[in-house]
């Protein structure tokens, strides 16, 4: 994810969001402790948010939308569905819809299976910046799709 200072709200419907939130919670004289209470959440996830770290998710755009009468839902929904160059873009919500996972690895544990520790040793190798970050929406991204009613079947061929 972008450093604060490189978040281009003009290339990037996530910048804008990130960048947008922050003016917003500004103008109405909120702290980050503040706006975390009113929507439920950490402190650290609306400064995540609004570093560009961490993308909004669509529960708290909503959240945000009855607060303020503003859009944050609806930007959450075209930013996920736009290409910006990043091929994970909308993958987690098509994981969260799908009702079979079928995956064929030759190296690694797939992201949906692998463990903390897993996931933190692959993270640390030098694929992020921001070790704990990426493994927290890893972790997200695996909660979405085990943690709810039915979970998807899944078949897996690791090599």
Known sequence: MPE????????????????????????????????????????????RVENGRLRLSPGYAQKLDALWGATFARRVRLAEASDDGDWFTGLTEHEERSTRHRIWAALLVPGLLQTPDYARAMLATGMVSGVEEALEQRLARQAVVWHRAEPPLMSVILN
Do not use: Q, T
Not at 15 to 43: F, H, P, Q, T, W
């Open 4 to 47: 604060p200072e490189a978040l281009d709200p003009d290339r990037s419907l996530w910048d804008y969001i990130a960048v947008e939130l922050r003016r917003l919670r500004e103008a109405r004289g909120l702290s980050g402790n503040k706006l975390a209470e009113r929507l439920g959440c950490d402190r650290s996830y609306v400064s």
